[in-house]
């Protein structure tokens, strides 16, 4: 069993920050590739940022310059720091993995249970 817990959502202003935090936990042998989704209400889950392992990043184009994801192997973590959040940012982001199981060394690709992120003044 692999879960992933995101937190750090809530309410931000427009212009202000906010940190993303998730922590994968379980049977867990290694972690490849981590990113942050959104969904917005009505709309479709999209890709906000992805790292792998060796640290290498994508980002949407929406969150360029605004948003940085990163990792900590040793911990099992990815974060997102939001700089000036818009309110077209208001989202419930999800993190997932890649990860490999330790007991079987299946690959497989949990979701946590999401966070909101409302942006408003």
């Known amino acids: 069993q692999v879960q992933l817990v995101e937190s750090g959502g809530g309410l931000v202003q427009p212009g202000g920050s906010l940190r993303l935090s998730c922590a994968a936990s379980?049977?867990?042998?290694?972690?490849?590739?981590m990113g942050w989704h959104r969904q917005a209400p009505g709309k479709q889950r999209e890709l906000v940022a992805v790292?792998?392992?060796?640290?290498?990043?994508n980002y949407a184009d929406s969150v360029k310059g605004r948003f940085t994801i990163s990792r900590d192997n040793a911990k099992n973590m990815v974060y997102l720091q939001m700089n000036s959040p818009q309110p077209e940012d208001t989202a419930v982001y999800y993190c997932n993995a890649e990860v490999v199981r330790t007991i079987d060394a299946r690959t497989l690709a949990p979701w946590g249970q999401g966070t909101q992120v409302t942006v408003s003044s």
């Open positions: 790292i792998t392992s060796g640290g290498k990043t």
């Open positions: 379980g049977s867990i042998f290694r972690i490849n590739a």
